[in-house]
């Protein structure tokens, strides 16, 4: 470390000299004469291994000390400690040559060394501070009090610019981890944004809108509903082509932010439809309101350089509190009144009434109807074969839910069985189908018969439970009975599904995947299932014979199924064609109307009894020794 010397009188020099002169060199004539009187071979004094390596730099006058200091900055070789004597005439005096050394290096430890001053401590302090920089020595000095003041000022010296460094870069990784901060932030709030907003206008989509609307039904307002459709877009699309298109969108986006009522939202749903949404004190003000927006985009517009004539078809909702507000239905039911505007015309707006949602009416009826169904009697199974591939042996039967009403006749289970899964009448149903189809089981031979469980009976609490308690009160073995269950069903929490499946399978129940192939299926997903088969959607087999696409669907789920060791069944078998189609592919299983309809409890038990279909050009007679069909092992 660089110390420096200031002082007028060259024998201080020469003191400092010494005081800093190496242990070794200073004690090594002594320690020969001592070895030389007393026969001492011992070593010399080793010198201090932690004291500093000080390199002195000498200067007679203040000035000289102050170009030292400003060339050992420029160098990047600083003076840890400067001892400084307070009068050197004629040139400057210690306090101003301590003044200018600390005006250019703010971390040197300075050292006033003087017998006499015509300054005070405090004096030179307040002129060449900080305190904490600037010491006090008194002449004469003894060397230890010299070295050890150098020892301890260049110890600090060094100590505090490894923490000025330390400080340096920890304050760069603070300005860093600062700045990916904010960079994080604003990518997050770009994220975001995407995320709720729709890239060609700006708006809010479709997301940012449900989102909205579902806060605004909590609250007890009167809000209005709005679905904002153009007319005639596809036209313009058409002819000025899409880039005009995207331009009408934006303007006619920008008209309706412009004409909202005070605090609406206006959203851009997707296409050229708009969603907007906004308080209201009744129907008659939310019309008027609707109908001034639509007058706003009914104006002439400037497209690209083109003139386009702008039109809108609105349909209308208006909310109150207390009402059912599912968001979902709010949407729906302003479609409706749209698609009631552009019926009647276009360029009109239309409010909601409950004539234009048939259906809320049958809706309203089914859950009236199905809630006494089983108490009337109303409700039957009807059960369709499912043959073996070779000898069309019937190995099982699906059961089939009817309901016969006596108001309305007969109900599709398309139409019945969604809004009986929206409430927990499914649950009511379900338990009635299983049992009844359990007492029907005991009179076939041999057969097994197929149960459709939707996603929400799946999901019951202790599913697992309810079946083995309801077949072991049958008397039923678990192997006769399959599980029918949609891809919705186990996608939709796969862990908790494949415990489920898993548990069906040790207690002896058949699992089959129906209408595999129209949803969420992949090949890692239905070898982490425990399966028995998988039902082939009848949409790919009524498409076999047209579109090259479901032929090679077919084809490929049946090869998946025979690759896991799973039996494949075909559903919506019709024609002859579709059954040598399906043979030469290698399907196992088979069932439509083609072998039969769905048949009732009398007309089932005979034909389990008969226990092959014969098909007249295919297969005259059974084989007498058929083929063992045991369902969906193949």
Not at 417 to 422: D, G, L, R, S
Not at 503 to 532: E, H, V
Not at 610 to 624: H, K, S, W
Request: charged letters at 25%.
């Amino acid at each position: 470390m660089r110390i420096l010397i200031v002082d007028d009188e060259p024998a201080m020099h020469d003191s400092y000299r010494r005081s800093f002169a190496p242990v070794a060199a200073a004690t090594g004539l002594l320690d020969a004469m001592a070895a030389e009187l007393f026969g001492d071979d011992g070593d010399a004094t080793a010198p201090d291994e932690t004291a500093p390596d000080f390199t002195l730099t000498h200067c007679m006058q203040g000035l000289d000390a102050v170009a030292a200091v400003e060339a050992a900055i420029r160098d990047g070789d600083p003076f840890a400690v400067a001892f400084i004597d307070v009068r050197m005439p004629p040139g400057i005096d210690g306090k101003e040559t301590a003044v200018r050394i600390r005006a250019l290096d703010p971390n040197i430890n300075l050292v006033i060394v003087t017998g006499y001053s015509d300054f005070s401590p405090v004096e030179i302090s307040k002129a060449a501070g900080p305190a904490d920089k600037i010491f006090y020595i008194a002449k004469p000095f003894e060397v230890a009090e010299v070295t050890q003041m150098a020892s301890a000022l260049a110890h600090r010296w060094q100590g505090d610019r490894e923490l000025a460094e330390a400080r340096e870069v920890l304050a760069a990784q603070v300005v860093q981890l600062q700045e990916q901060g904010h960079e994080l932030a604003a990518n997050e709030s770009r994220a975001i944004h995407m995320a709720n907003h729709d890239s060609l206008t700006e708006a809010p989509n479709r997301l940012a809108f449900r989102r909205a609307l579902t806060d605004r039904a909590r609250t007890d307002s009167r809000f209005a509903v709005a679905m904002v459709d153009l007319d005639r877009f596809k036209l313009v699309n058409d002819t000025l082509g899409h880039l005009a298109g995207d331009e009408l969108i934006r303007k006619i986006c920008s008209v309706l932010q412009a004409n909202v009522p005070a605090g609406g939202m206006v959203a851009r749903l997707g296409g050229d439809e708009f969603g907007l949404m906004f308080d209201t004190p009744g129907v008659q003000a939310a019309e008027m309101d609707c109908t001034r927006v639509l007058k706003a985009c009914s104006g002439t517009f400037k497209v690209l350089g083109n003139t386009v004539q702008g039109g809108a078809s609105i349909g209308l909702i208006v909310t109150e509190a207390g009402e059912s507000r599912d968001p979902t239905d709010l949407m729906r039911r302003a479609d409706l009144a749209l698609n009631d505007a552009k019926r009647d015309g276009r360029g009109v707006v239309r409010v909601f009434d409950e004539s234009m949602d048939e259906n809320i009416r049958l809706r309203r009826a089914i859950e009236g109807g199905l809630s006494q169904a089983i108490a009337k009697g109303e409700l039957s199974l009807v059960y369709q074969p499912i043959v073996g591939r070779e000898a069309f042996e019937v190995v099982g039967f699906e059961a089939l839910l009817r309901w016969n009403t006596e108001d309305h006749g007969p109900i599709s289970p398309a139409v019945f069985i969604p809004i009986a899964e929206e409430s927990n009448l499914i649950h009511e149903l379900g338990d009635w189908v299983l049992a009844e189809s359990l007492k029907v089981l005991a009179e076939w031979p041999g057969q097994y018969v197929s149960v459709n469980f939707s996603p929400r009976q799946f999901r019951r609490h202790n599913f697992v439970g309810r079946l083995v308690e309801s077949v072991q009160h049958a008397g039923i073995d678990p192997r006769r009975v399959q599980i029918e269950i949609t891809e919705t069903a186990i996608f939709d929490d796969a862990d908790r599904a494949a415990d489920t499946l898993y548990k069906l399978r040790q207690m002896g129940f058949r699992i089959a995947l129906d209408d595999f192939g129209t949803g969420y299926s992949s090949l890692y997903n239905i070898r982490k299932f425990a399966l028995d088969c998988l039902k082939i959607d009848r949409s790919f087999i009524d498409g076999m014979g047209r579109e090259r696409e479901s032929a090679a669907i077919v084809h490929s789920i049946i090869h998946l199924g025979r690759a896991l060791g799973l039996g494949v069944v075909a559903e919506g078998v019709e024609t002859e064609t579709q059954l040598q189609a399906l043979r030469v592919a290698g399907c196992s299983h088979m069932q439509g109307y083609f072998f039969s309809r769905p048949v009732a409890q009398e007309r089932a038990k005979e034909i389990a009894e008969a226990r092959f279909i014969a098909v007249p050009g295919v297969l005259d007679v059974a084989p007498d020794i058929p083929e063992p069909g045991n369902g969906t092992h193949g």
